[in-house]
Each structure stands twice: as C-alpha cells, then as structure tokens.
Nanobody, 116 residues
Framework: QVQLVESGGGLVQAGGSLRLSCAAS????????MGWYRQAPGKQRELVAS???????NYADSVKGRFTISRDNAKNTVYLQMDSLKPEDTAVHYC??????????WGQGTQVTVSS
C-alpha cells in the first residue's frame, strides 16, 4: 500500500519558518513528480511547489522567494522549507505524488497556522 507520511506542520508567528517533510514508498517516489499543495478554509486546493525526479522545480507565485522544495532520493523524502511565513499561508498542506505511470497519491495533510 502506498503511503505518503507528512510531518512538520504547526503554529508559528508571522515571519517565522517551518519545514514540512513527506516520506514515500520508494517504488513510487523514484517515479513521481512530488508536490506540496495547500487548502485554506473555503478555498480550493492549490499547488504550492513541485519537483521532478530530475530536480526541476515549480512554485506558486505567492511563495516564490520564500519557500524551497527539495527531495532526498536516498531517503524517499520530499521537503518544503517555508520561510518568511505570512498569515495567508495558513492552510492544510498536502503531499502529492504524481507518478509517471498515471497514478496520483495524496498524504493525509498537515496543518500550518501562521499567527499575525
């Protein structure tokens, strides 16, 4: 069974930092673009950042220059370093594996709350 296990969410003051981690099963991780999405109350889920197996990254305009996505292929883990956090970053953050063979997987979500 494929699992994406997230960790690292929490409560932080505006301007602070958090790092999210997502560990995946190796058979999926090695063949997937990994991404982080978020969903705030009353809003649609949106892409925050993604990274291909080759290391190419993509960011939402709202987080460029503040967030950094990376992956450790030896640990089958993707990270999201979030700096200069703003209250509008408050949301449930989800890890995603978009595989090259047509399957898509989601983690359970981790809450990020930024206080002003």
């Amino acid at each position: 069974q494929v699992q994406l296990v997230e960790s690292g969410g929490g409560l932080v003051q505006a301007g602070g930092s958090l790092r999210l981690s997502c560990a995946a099963s190796g058979s999926i991780f090695r063949r997937a673009t990994m991404g982080w999405y978020r969903q705030a109350p009353g809003k649609q889920r949106e892409l925050v950042a993604s990274i291909t197996t080759g290391g190419n990254t993509n960011y939402a305009d709202s987080v460029k220059g503040r967030f950094t996505i990376s992956r450790d292929n030896a640990k089958n883990t993707v990270y999201l370093q979030m700096d200069s956090l703003k209250p509008e970053d408050t949301a449930v953050h989800y890890c995603n594996a978009d595989t090259y063979f047509g399957r898509n997987y989601w983690g359970q979500g981790t809450q990020v709350t930024v206080s002003s």
